[in-house]
T-cell receptor
């Protein structure tokens, strides 16, 4: 399969804790994106990191990219109950289509 | 303008019937994508339209699936002779350029009985 692997598949934490999700992929990339999905419906773009970048921040989000290991991680700091969702990494395949990982389901308990 | 709009939001059909799913992309976006999300297969790419170029149909699972995009805007995904394994959420996305951020609709949840 061309899909990447994400771990953990599920993560449950308390509000205020940090959440880390990991993504691995198999082929070279131009960029890697992270998306969030609530309740199994539409996805929302969170952050994009280019292949020549190693780290990127956006608010409480921090993304790292290690192209030598073909892996990326998403860190959510000071988590909130509203962060409860599924998170997917995605890389651009040929013609711009996105190839998604299997996703991590995050539950943040109040 | 408004975000990506998909209709219907839910569709229940009987096995063997044809269904049409509609997607209105963000105004001005030249690229339009269809994906399918099911429990067993995760998020799968189906088809991609970019401007006036021939669509990339490489993700369509069978010849029962087809899609068209009229006037470079609205797209319709058609599934003929639906099967129970077609039950899934069908997501549409658009973008202003190839390979960058995609904006997703809320999806159509298709249930084939």
């Amino acid at each position: 399969s061309q899909q990447g692997e994400e771990d953990p598949q599920a993560l449950s934490i308390q509000e205020g804790e940090n959440a880390t999700m990991n993504c691995s992929y198999k082929t070279s990339i131009n960029n890697l994106q992270w998306y969030r999905q609530n309740s199994g419906r539409g996805l929302v773009h969170l952050i994009l990191i280019r292949s020549n970048e190693r780290e990127k921040h956006s608010g409480r989000l921090r993304v790292t990219l290690d192209t030598s290991k073909k892996s990326s991680s998403l860190l959510i700091t000071a988590s909130r109950a509203a962060d409860t969702a599924s998170y997917f990494c995605a890389r651009s395949g040929n013609t711009g289509k996105l190839i998604f990982g299997q996703g991590t389901t995050l539950q943040v308990k109040p | 303008g408004a975000g990506v709009s998909q209709s219907p939001s839910n569709k229940v059909t009987e096995k063997g019937k044809d269904v049409e799913l509609r997607c209105d992309p963000i105004s001005g976006h030249t690229a339009l994508y269809w994906y399918r999300q099911s429990l067993g297969q995760g998020l799968e790419f189906l088809i991609y339209f970019q401007g006036n170029s021939a669509p990339d149909k490489s993700g369509l699972p069978s010849d029962r699936f087809s899609a068209e995009r009229t006037g470079g805007s609205v797209s319709t995904l058609t599934i003929q002779r639906t099967q129970q394994e077609d039950s899934a959420v069908y997501l549409c996305a658009s973008s202003s350029d190839r390979g960058v951020i995609q904006y997703f609709g809320a999806g159509t949840r298709l249930s084939v009985l």
